[in-house]
């Protein structure tokens, strides 16, 4: 099973983008998915969560500005970047849970976010 991030890029601050997470050889699909991401000297951090029945949560500096939505079928995860700020400039990566067993994940590779002022 892999897991296959895209759509970072630079943008100004109060700029949007849209980040996607395919994931590939995933029969049954994934428990909880979630958005991590990692700046520069930085710890990685996680952003959203959301279950397979869609619950969803934010770490505090994000809410109001991130949604992250899925498509169980698809095996896909999502996360809407809205009003981005320079303090959002970081790695992104998204991971899911495998939805058979817990102790199984999974993490993709990896996307740029780079917010100007």
């Known amino acids: 099973v892999q897991l296959q991030a895209s759509g970072g890029g630079v943008v100004q601050a109060g700029g949007s983008l849209r980040l996607s997470c395919e994931s590939f050889g995933s029969v049954y699909g994934f428990g909880t998915m979630r958005w991590y991401r990692q700046a520069p000297g930085k710890q990685r951090e996680l952003v959203a969560s959301?279950?397979?029945?869609?619950?969803?949560n934010y770490v505090d500096s994000v809410k109001d500005r991130f949604t992250i939505s899925r498509e169980n079928r698809k095996g896909t995860v999502d996360l809407q970047m809205d009003n981005l700020k320079p303090e959002d400039t970081a790695v992104y990566y998204c991971?899911?849970?495998?939805?058979?067993?817990?102790?199984?994940?999974?993490w993709g590779q990896g996307t740029q976010v780079t917010v100007s002022s």
């Open positions: 959301i279950s397979r029945g869609g619950t969803t």
């Open positions: 991971y899911g849970i495998s939805v058979l067993d817990d102790r199984i994940d999974y």
